[in-house]
């Protein structure tokens, strides 16, 4: 009996997965075709306008015809003929997305590739960077037209566009969380807290750990007066938790605010306890207002050891510990931290949103904004 039961779960699970690859190829397939086709219509367009002399009035021309003689057909706005026009500009170069087989576009290990690929060679010169190879196409392929469009109209160096689409296709993003992570320039944040993960983890594991960390950290979703506590910076974390886990990144899931931990009958209290689903560790983070001291690094090394001793199951990773700062000398951190046995890393926080604490009083709360429009209404 448990031999079928086995069996048949196998085969259920055989079955899963074969359907959710075939569900992958057909968007891969669909996004590519599209993507085929607006930057051939981006071709024709721009080489009429070239041999014929054409202006930019043809474009709106065509948008009504289009729509008039396909109506059943969308995507072919004024906007959008315009954006096939600037896409075919900015890709020009490329050999057609089509000519690689889908499978073997599947098979690329986006998400497994080192977030950095693309990060050394931003800002070089051109003759520096690098050429363009399958896996760039790749990147171009998989990556929504929507997306598309946000990152040429906003990203203007072809190789930071590149770093985005591979965040974008591992982290899952939707438009908004990309038009948002580059306004808070990340690709500039990512990987640049001061770690000892050099020589505190394996080089695999040292790598993507940098990288899942960033510096500094924009809180800009929350409203604070100053001057404002540890504490009640801690609680806004907590009540827009969902905003934070964003800022922090894909893999990140919450455990605990205060987490309590009981070693030899006295309570400690963690800040803010995530479990990273995967690189399978937990992350413990302190938060602390000013500056970094290098008492900070060793409260937090012992609360990482106690973490791997009291929750860490036998299958995770060891613990990581993050201590956010509003402030931090480079050489001072990282003196203090070549002394640290566990992975810790150390970044600054900043918020942008910050209350003169003279205003806090004054500014009317939901419930007095409610009265008012419901008097108004009252009164019409």
């Known amino acids: 009996m448990k031999g079928e039961l086995s069996s048949y779960k196998n085969l259920l699970d055989d079955i899963k997965n074969r359907i959710r690859q075939g569900q992958l190829r057909a968007n891969f ?42 109506a059943e057909v969308k995507g072919f706005s004024e906007r959008n003929l315009k954006m096939m026009v600037q896409f075919y500009h ?34 070089q010169p051109p003759v520096a960077q690098l050429q363009i190879t399958e896996y760039q196409i790749d ?11 946000i990152l040429i109209q906003k990203v203007k160096d072809t190789l930071t566009r590149f770093w985005y689409m591979q965040q974008t296709i591992t982290n899952g993003w939707s438009r908004d969380t990309l038009v948002d992570m580059i306004k808070s320039n990340l690709h500039l944040r990512q990987g640049n807290a001061i770690t000892n993960f050099d020589r505190t983890l394996p080089v695999p594991q040292s790598e993507l750990a940098k990288q899942m960390l960033k510096d500094p950290y924009i809180f800009d979703f929350m409203t604070l007066a100053t001057p404002f506590s540890e504490r009640e910076l801690d609680l806004e974390l907590v009540k827009h938790v969902q905003q934070f886990l964003l800022e922090l990144g894909s893999g990140f899931a919450f455990v605990g605010h205060q987490y309590k931990l009981e070693i030899s009958d006295k309570d400690f209290y963690i800040d803010l306890l995530f479990y990273h689903l995967k690189m399978r560790r937990f992350v413990v983070i302190e938060l602390k207002k000013g500056d970094f001291i290098p008492e900070y690094a060793g409260k ?17 990773q060891c613990t990581i510990g993050l201590i956010l700062c509003q402030g931090k000398d480079k050489l001072f951190a990282e003196y203090t931290l070549r002394g640290i046995n ?3 890393g150390i970044s600054e926080y900043e918020l942008t949103r910050l209350l003169p604490d003279n205003l806090k009083g004054s500014l009317p709360s939901i419930e007095e904004i409610e009265e008012v429009l419901g008097s108004n209404q009252n009164s019409d």
């Open 29 to 70: 397939s669909a996004n590519a075709e599209l993507l085929a086709t607006y930057l051939d219509i981006g071709k024709m367009i721009h080489e009429r306008q070239k041999h014929e002399g054409w202006g930019k009035g043809v474009i709106p021309r065509l948008a009504n015809d289009l729509k008039n003689e396909l």
């Open 90 to 123: 900015e890709y020009s170069y490329l050999p057609s997305i089509l000519q690689r087989p889908v499978a073997q576009i599947e098979n690329q290990t986006i998400s497994s590739l080192p977030l950095s690929k693309f990060k050394e060679q931003i800002g």
């Open 139 to 149: 990147l171009i392929a998989l990556t929504g037209w929507t997306h598309h469009i």
């Open 300 to 316: 937090m090394n012992f609360y990482c050891s106690a973490v791997d001793d009291i929750l860490k199951h036998t299958t995770d």
């Open 342 to 344: 566990k992975p810790i």
